[in-house]
DNA sequence: GTTTATTATATGCATATGCACGTATATGCA
DNA sequence: TGCATATACGTGCATATGCATATAATAAAC
């Protein structure tokens, strides 16, 4: 349901194609939503049919038509309403918890290569994060306002902040295992003894 | 599909049926993974047909029959499998983050409803979450490994920073409007002046 | 006395999402 | 010449999830 506001969100500030919808999702908000394309496409159709946004075909020689999507009075009020009211909070599913939460059935060899590669993901992560604001750059000049800049950025630092928190997180286990500070596994293995 | 392991992972500790499996999800894993009932029930089903489960009728008088699923040798060898395979990453999807990225659109007062409520709610799940290893203690004793415990911990833990963080984030965003340090909305509103 | 909660299992339906694939044109690279 | 990539729009299918609902018995609360 929210991808339906995230849309509708991006054209309250101005008209987008849905493929040009796609390009502001990777460089503005990939830290906290990932769109699939196919999804913006239904999803720009829903609005549509809702009248919340109107098509307007844009014909290009030598390129696929355009379909230039803009949001109506109708989208605007409905973005409001949503935007002033709950929060959407979901229930939490997270796969690699879930395999964490089970660990301690793997030996510790196991535990420490899973646990580095979550760490080099997370740097990872990091690091895109951190070149987030050269990607929204032309975006933060288009829209222009201060107010609009602070609120993108406070996700981002919410991103980092968290993000951050994992890869220490998952260093302290790294530096558990190395000094021996994880209980050991009881049956040390099976079959041969 | 983490669920399908997740179930399997309390299977390998010991027969659950699917009623006993919600209490201990809502017991022990609550912080990152709330699982429906029913979609407990049709993981059950499709595990015995995988053949990595098997059921057996427990009569009942005065209750309703229970269905006690025991994990099989194929089950453990999945389990093992994919516990030691890579990481499941999902991509992010946070509807909270998108009310917030577009909150610049909404004036102060809205705002600093909105997060007021979000720190109420983060302060709220920390409560929740400190009840956690009470609420465990039980399946702590019958599992009875300090090996398991560790990462059940771990878990724990990495749900109580990131929560944490969030709340100081919120409220930091709440001193910033106090003190007048978000950019003012630029056409104050519209209708009247 | 009636409603609600607890124990216990399940189906049905709407919606969301991911991935594969299909269509079409033009450019650049090997 | 062939293949990948960018532009641009979608459909189809499998799966996951949430919520409502059905069934059925007992016990407690109002």
């Known amino acids: ?11 309250n500030y101005q008209p987008f194609s849905g493929y040009d919808l796609k390009k502001m999702f990777d460089s503005s908000v990939q830290h906290f939503w990932v769109a ?9 159709g829903k609005l549509s049919e809702k009248g919340w946004a109107s098509v307007e075909v844009v014909e290009q020689s030598e390129r696929p038509d355009r379909k230039l999507y803009r949001i109506t009075p109708q989208g605007q009020a409905a973005l409001r309403e949503w935007l002033a009211g709950p929060f959407p909070t979901a229930a939490p599913h997270s796969g690699p918890l879930v395999q964490v939460f089970f ?18 993901l997370f740097r990872g992560m990091l690091e895109r994060y951190q070149q987030v604001p050269q990607q929204v750059q032309p975006y933060v000049h288009q829209v222009d306002s201060p107010r609009e800049t602070y609120f993108w950025m406070k996700t981002l630092e919410l991103g980092m902040l968290t993000m951050q928190a994992q890869l220490l997180w998952a260093e302290q286990v790294l530096r558990d295992l190395e000094q021996g500070a994880v209980p050991p596994l009881d049956p040390p293995q099976e079959g041969e003894a």
């Open 1 to 11: 349901m929210s991808l339906e506001y995230a849309v509708l969100g991006f054209l």
């Open 36 to 44: 699939d394309l196919s999804q913006i496409y239904r999803t720009l």
């Open 103 to 120: 660990s301690g059935q793997m030996p510790d060899a196991v535990v420490q290569a899973k646990f580095a590669a979550a760490a080099d």
